[in-house]
């Protein structure tokens, strides 16, 4: 079998990472530590200042998380033949090759994100998801969105855009009109891998030559060209992946044209998980000298980089660094006779919760769904809900506790609040436990309507992101009729959050932001006997694309 070790970049961070990591390898820590002045561990486990959202502070913190991740997983695996990283992860992938040890990692990550915060002239990202490259750049192509460049090709039907906030707005707008995909903001600060971190890009390579770098010992396929590191281009090739795009479809292809069969993801969450099978399902092909598509490099052609394209002379602004667009499909192109289930409902869906299959299982009474159950589903790339309704908190607690053992940081699993309007004292004790546990996905059930609890659960602790919109946990509402799912997907009562915190039931949630929401779960019908057929059809509503956020 052939490996290749992938480590996550920046978008992947939360609250509560490294969590299972956080009595291990307590030197590096410390060494952390020491480097950034202030606790890294804290920061991670409880979002503790200087918190995850500043990207001076967020690379450091994703950086040791995934440092640490990989020497767990080291201890008990052997070695791949190939390593890569997303953008920040690459520092990771370097680190687990050899190329500088994990001290000079940090200060590198360190400098690294001080210079794109100092030097960023303010913007952001954009994910567009469910459509074509050549869709997206015929949508660029518009003069008022001159300014965007392509700034991750992550896979066939999933780019992200960088530039300015306006300009993304408009460009979400554009293909949310167009029906081109979905239009996803993105949890950074700055317009990275574009051509406004050029300034960075050299700033930070003047940085980079005071350091010493060795060739890695393993493999690493590099951002900026898709192709393993030559000797002596590490400097070389860090500064420039600041302002070149990410070449990550092309990467995880290249791969896959070696013959890697299995990618293993070091790092909090499971994206790059579901990008290789994305890429293993439709990989990069490239325009030959003939102008034919063909597929995937071989490993006899791994030493010829990609060429790194740049945009026509009389392009305003300056130079600005594209992806090349892939030829439209011929009849030589072989066509599905049948979808697979992966590609089976809304990737939209399966973006917004992480998931392979677009598939829920709700959950049952009393543990019958239970955490044997919901890991096994959260291995195999789908979402399944613990039976948490009838049992005592400490068997809810046990049953949290069972799930984050097994499933490790990012592992997804749900959790079920089932209604109590006979007993209101429980439905509190049990958001407060949620709450306490940053439990982020939630299945309501039982419920003809919504309650503060329900609200606070959705709301407690939301914040906002560096682009001002808000976010929020996950919550599904298991519904039966059409009117309860309106009221559920209505904006929460005005007054509703401030009374529940005012009870200091739970820890209030940040001021405003569930007001900005205008839809606060997903629903999804639960037809009853009573139905009529009109009332059975099965709803499904998800916020995300009424403007909550980037979580729904």
């Given at each position: 079998?052939?490996?290749?070790?992938?480590?996550?970049?920046?978008?992947?961070?939360?609250?509560?990472?490294?969590?299972?990591?956080?009595?291990?390898?307590?030197?590096?820590?410390?060494?952390?530590?020491?480097?950034?002045?202030?606790?890294?561990?804290?920061?991670?486990?409880?979002?503790?200042?200087?918190?995850?959202?500043?990207?001076?502070?967020?690379?450091?913190?994703?950086?040791?998380?995934?440092?640490?991740?990989?020497?767990?997983?080291?201890?008990?695996?052997?070695?791949?033949?190939?390593?890569?990283?997303?953008?920040?992860?690459?520092?990771?992938?370097?680190?687990?090759?050899?190329?500088?040890?994990?001290?000079?990692?940090?200060?590198?990550?360190?400098?690294?994100?001080?210079?794109?915060?100092?030097?960023?002239?303010?913007?952001?990202?954009?994910?567009?998801?469910?459509?074509?490259?050549?869709?997206?750049?015929?949508?660029?192509?518009?003069?008022?969105?001159?300014?965007?460049?392509?700034?991750?090709?992550?896979?066939?039907?999933?780019?992200?855009?960088?530039?300015?906030?306006?300009?993304?707005?408009?460009?979400?707008?554009?293909?949310?009109?167009?029906?081109?995909?979905?239009?996803?903001?993105?949890?950074?600060?700055?317009?990275?891998?574009?051509?406004?971190?050029?300034?960075?890009?050299?700033?930070?390579?003047?940085?980079?030559?005071?350091?010493?770098?060795?060739?890695?010992?393993?493999?690493?396929?590099?951002?900026?060209?898709?192709?393993?590191?030559?000797?002596?281009?590490?400097a070389d090739l860090l500064a420039r992946q600041l302002a070149a795009p990410v070449r990550w479809w092309e990467s995880m292809s290249h791969l896959l044209g070696?013959?890697?069969?299995?990618?293993?993801?070091?790092?909090?969450?499971?994206?790059?998980?579901?990008?290789?099978?994305?890429?293993?399902?439709?990989?990069?092909?490239?325009?030959?000298?003939?102008?034919?598509?063909?597929?995937?490099?071989?490993?006899?052609?791994?030493?010829?980089?990609?060429?790194?394209?740049?945009?026509?002379?009389?392009?305003?602004?300056?130079?600005?660094?594209?992806?090349?667009?892939?030829?439209?499909?011929?009849?030589?192109?072989?066509?599905?006779?049948?979808?697979?289930?992966?590609?089976?409902?809304?990737?939209?869906?399966?973006?917004?919760?992480?998931?392979?299959?677009?598939?829920?299982?709700?959950?049952?009474?009393?543990?019958?769904?239970?955490?044997?159950?919901?890991?096994?589903?959260?291995?195999?790339?789908?979402?399944?809900?613990?039976?948490?309704?009838?049992?005592?908190?400490?068997?809810?607690?046990?049953?949290?506790?069972?799930?984050?053992?097994?499933?490790?940081?990012?592992?997804?699993?749900?959790?079920?609040?089932?209604?109590?309007?006979?007993?209101?004292?429980?439905?509190?004790?049990?958001?407060?436990?949620?709450?306490?546990?940053?439990?982020?996905?939630?299945?309501?059930?039982?419920?003809?309507?919504?309650?503060?609890?329900?609200?606070?659960?959705?709301?407690?602790?939301?914040?906002?992101?560096?682009?001002?919109?808000?976010?929020?946990?996950?919550?599904?509402?298991?519904?039966?009729?059409?009117?309860?799912?309106?009221?559920?997907?209505?904006?929460?009562?005005?007054?509703?959050?401030?009374?529940?915190?005012?009870?200091?039931?739970?820890?209030?949630?940040?001021?405003?932001?569930?007001?900005?929401?205008?839809?606060?779960?997903?629903?999804?019908?639960?037809?009853?006997?009573?139905?009529?057929?009109?009332?059975?059809i099965p709803m499904f509503c998800c916020p995300r694309s009424s403007g909550c956020g980037t979580v729904a």
């Amino acid at each position: 079998m052939t490996t290749a070790w992938l480590f996550p970049g920046q978008g992947s961070q939360h609250i509560g990472m490294g969590r299972s990591l956080a009595e291990r390898f307590p030197e590096l820590w410390e060494t952390a530590d020491r480097i950034l002045g202030y606790s890294v561990r804290d920061q991670c486990l409880t979002g503790a200042a200087p918190g995850l959202t500043d990207t001076r502070h967020v690379q450091p913190a994703l950086f040791v998380v995934n440092a640490l991740t990989h020497l767990a997983y080291r201890a008990d695996h052997p070695e791949p033949q190939w390593i890569a990283g997303h953008s920040l992860g690459e520092y990771n992938a370097l680190l687990a090759a050899g190329c500088f040890d994990f001290a000079t990692g940090v200060r590198l990550v360190k400098h690294r994100g001080e210079i794109m915060s100092q030097d960023s002239p303010g913007g952001g990202m954009l994910a567009v998801i469910g459509a074509s490259a050549s869709a997206v750049a015929e949508s660029l192509a518009a003069p008022d969105l001159a300014g965007l460049d392509i700034a991750n090709r992550n896979s066939a039907t999933q780019l992200v855009l960088s530039g300015p906030v306006a300009l993304l707005e408009r460009a979400a707008a554009t293909v949310t009109h167009r029906k081109r995909g979905r239009a996803i903001p993105l949890r950074v600060s700055a317009p990275f891998h574009s051509r406004y971190m050029a300034g960075a890009a050299e700033r930070f390579a003047r940085f980079l030559e005071t350091v010493d770098f060795a060739d890695p010992r393993i493999p690493v396929v590099a951002n900026v060209t898709g192709r393993p590191y030559p000797p002596g281009a590490v400097a070389d090739l860090l500064a420039r992946q600041l302002a070149a795009p990410v070449r990550w479809w092309e990467s995880m292809s290249h791969l896959l044209g070696l013959g890697v069969t299995e990618a293993v993801e070091l790092g909090p969450g499971t994206v790059l998980t579901g990008l290789w099978r994305q890429a293993a399902d439709e990989p990069y092909r490239h325009e030959s000298g003939t102008g034919e598509r063909v597929d995937p490099p071989s490993a006899t052609e791994a030493d010829e980089p990609l060429p790194v394209p740049t945009v026509a002379a009389d392009r305003p602004g300056p130079p600005r660094h594209l992806v090349p667009e892939p030829p439209a499909a011929t009849s030589a192109t072989p066509i599905r006779s049948a979808p697979e289930a992966a590609d089976l409902g809304s990737a939209a869906f399966r973006w917004d919760y992480g998931l392979r299959y677009a598939y829920l299982a709700g959950s049952m009474f009393q543990g019958i769904a239970s955490t044997e159950l919901v890991a096994r589903m959260s291995r195999a790339g789908l979402l399944g809900f613990f039976g948490a309704g009838g049992l005592s908190l400490p068997e809810v607690d046990a049953a949290i506790a069972r799930l984050r053992t097994e499933l490790g940081d990012g592992g997804r699993f749900g959790m079920n609040l089932l209604a109590t309007p006979d007993d209101p004292q429980a439905e509190r004790a049990l958001v407060r436990r949620y709450l306490e546990q940053d439990i982020q996905y939630i299945e309501a059930s039982g419920y003809t309507g919504v309650t503060a609890g329900v609200i606070h659960l959705r709301f407690g602790g939301a914040r906002r992101q560096p682009d001002g919109s808000p976010t929020a946990r996950h919550l599904i509402a298991k519904v039966s009729r059409p009117e309860v799912a309106e009221a559920f997907t209505a904006p929460p009562p005005t007054g509703s959050c401030d009374n529940w915190s005012m009870r200091r039931r739970c820890r209030p949630p940040k001021p405003r932001s569930p007001r900005r929401c205008r839809s606060p779960v997903t629903c999804a019908s639960k037809p009853t006997p009573a139905d009529t057929p009109t009332a059975a059809i099965p709803m499904f509503c998800c916020p995300r694309s009424s403007g909550c956020g980037t979580v729904a």
